[in-house]
């Protein structure tokens, strides 16, 4: 049903920025565009937002179908999402694991037997 869906956008933006037949089957990209009138570069600006919005919405479906199947590249998404993206709270957080490492220290220290 997506693929069905995703082709038919995909055939209706063709469709509305070709001029004519002859556009669909050229390959490259700055041949269309420099073809193109002015109003269909107008729809076509109008059209983009929604096209990345939809595009965003697919790609954030199959990471998350990827991440309940545990597929590698799920895990390989979020490790690079990760390293890219600051994390706010890092000081609170190692302080956090600090302070954790402590307790277990002391916890460990506690309940080992005297002689």
Aim: hydrophobic share 45%; with cysteine.
């Amino acid at each position: 049903m997506k693929k069905i869906i995703v082709g038919s956008l995909i055939t209706a933006a063709l469709y509305l920025c070709a001029q004519d037949s002859s556009l669909l089957s050229t390959v490259a990209i700055s041949d269309v565009l420099s073809s193109l009138s002015p109003k269909s570069i107008d729809v076509l600006k109008l059209l983009m937002p929604w096209a990345i919005f939809i595009g965003f919405i697919g790609f954030a479906w199959k990471m998350v179908s990827w991440a309940r199947k545990r597929k590698s590249g799920a895990y390989a998404f979020g490790a690079l999402v990760q390293m890219v993206l600051p994390d706010p709270y890092v000081e609170r957080t190692i302080k956090l694991i600090q302070e954790e490492k402590q307790h277990k220290k002391q916890r460990e220290t506690d309940d080992a037997p005297k002689d």
